[in-house]
Nanobody
Framework: QLLLVESGGGLVQPGGSLTLSCTSS????????IAWFRQVPGKEREEISC????????RYSNSVKGRFTFSRDNAKNTVYLQMNSLKPEDTAVYYC?????????????????WGQGTQVTVSS
């Protein structure tokens, strides 16, 4: 069974930090393009970061650029999203997703395996 599991969400004060993890059973994450998304109830899901399988280039949305960092630990088959300088508007459910494409896609349908999501709440 192929699974992605996110963890690391929680409640944090504005200006604080959290690190989300995404690990897999059944697939080797380093062999895929991998994205982090987030979704606020009532709004569309937003891609915030993605790493290409080919070349390893990573992109970030303007809303998180300079504050969030995508990293990976291949030995643990885990990717991370380090989130710094968190703001209340970062409150959302965060998902990781993988694609079989060589490069990050602008289309959610290209991501064929999703985690269950982890809640991040930024509030004082």
């Amino acid at each position: 069974q192929l699974l992605l599991v996110e963890s690391g969400g929680g409640l944090v004060q504005p200006g604080g930090s959290l690190t989300l993890s995404c690990t897999s059973s059944g697939i080797t994450l380093d062999y895929h393009s991998i994205a982090w998304f987030r979704q606020v109830p009532g709004k569309e899901r937003e891609e915030i970061s993605c790493r290409n399988f080919v070349g390893g280039a990573t992109r970030y949305s303007n809303s998180v650029k300079g504050r969030f960092t995508f990293s990976r630990d291949n030995a643990k088959n885990t990717v991370y999203l380090q989130m710094n300088s968190l703001k209340p508007e970062d409150t959302a459910v965060y998902y990781c997703a993988v694609s079989d494409l060589d490069y990050c896609s602008d289309y959610e349908d290209s991501y064929n395996l999703w985690g269950q999501g982890t809640q991040v709440t930024v509030s004082s």
